[in-house]
Nanobody, 114 residues
Framework: QVQLVESGGGLVQAGGSLRLSCATSASIFMFYNMAWYRQAPGNQRELVARITRNDITTYADSVKGRFTISRDNAKNTVYLQMNSLKPEDTAVYYC????????WGQGTQVTVSS
């Protein structure tokens, strides 16, 4: 069974940085693309960033220039580097991988204090 395990969330002050990691139990090449989503209380889950098998990246407008998605194929891990964090970035962040269906991690909480 394929598993995605996130880590790296926490509490940070506005303007700070965090790096999230998503480790997969299967080869990362299995996935057509991998992504980070987030969900704040009362809001729908939204796409934050996506990276394809060919390393093409896309970002939500709200995080462009601040967040960077990357992958380490040797470690079967996807990262989300988050800089210049804002209180509105506070949410549970989920790792997602697509191969025949969506696979999700359990989520990691990111809290940005003002």
């Amino acid at each position: 069974q394929v598993q995605l395990v996130e880590s790296g969330g926490g509490l940070v002050q506005a303007g700070g940085s965090l790096r999230l990691s998503c480790a997969t139990s299967a080869s990362i090449f299995m996935f057509y693309n991998m992504a980070w989503y987030r969900q704040a209380p009362g809001n729908q889950r939204e796409l934050v960033a996506r990276i394809t098998r060919n390393d093409i990246t896309t970002y939500a407008d709200s995080v462009k220039g601040r967040f960077t998605i990357s992958r380490d194929n040797a470690k079967n891990t996807v990262y989300l580097q988050m800089n210049s964090l804002k209180p509105e970035d506070t949410a549970v962040y989920y790792c997602n991988g697509v191969y025949s269906r969506n696979y999700w991690g359990q989520g990691t909480q990111v809290t940005v204090s003002s």
